[in-house]
Nanobody, 127 residues
């Protein structure tokens, strides 16, 4: 059974950076595409980025393009979300989750269909 665990959240000032880690256990990540999601209080969960194992590409929500970078380290069975130039509106609990590598949901940044959700890590950006 694939299990995912996020880490790396914290509190930073506007313009700062954080790197989140999604560590996987139970299966090699080469069989799965990994999405990064966030949920702010009172708002729906949204996808911000996804690393596709199907085509080796990364996909991003428009509002984070150029600021966030998702990458995978197969040797460490982990996926990372490097977040630069953070803004207060990026504050949320960030989650990672998996979808089979052949699924198109990664490219579509769909929240539905992802599974093995981690427990989340809090990101707070102050102005």
């Amino acid at each position: 059974q694939l299990q995912l665990a996020e880490s790396g959240g914290g509190s930073v000032q506007s313009g700062g950076s954080l790197r989140l880690t999604c560590a996987a256990s139970g299966y090699p990540l080469t069989y799965w595409s990994i999405g990064w999601f966030r949920q702010a209080p009172g708002k729906e969960r949204e996808a911000v980025a996804c690393f596709s194992s199907g085509d080796g590409k990364a996909y991003y929500k428009d509002s984070v393009k150029g600021r966030f970078t998702v990458s995978r380290d197969s040797a460490k069975n982990s996926v990372y979300l490097q977040m630069n130039t953070l803004k207060p509106e990026d504050s949320a609990v960030y989650y990672c989750a998996a979808v089979p590598s052949e699924s198109a949901r990664c490219e579509r940044l769909s929240v539905r269909g992802f599974a093995s959700w981690g427990q989340g890590t809090q990101v707070t950006v102050s102005s």
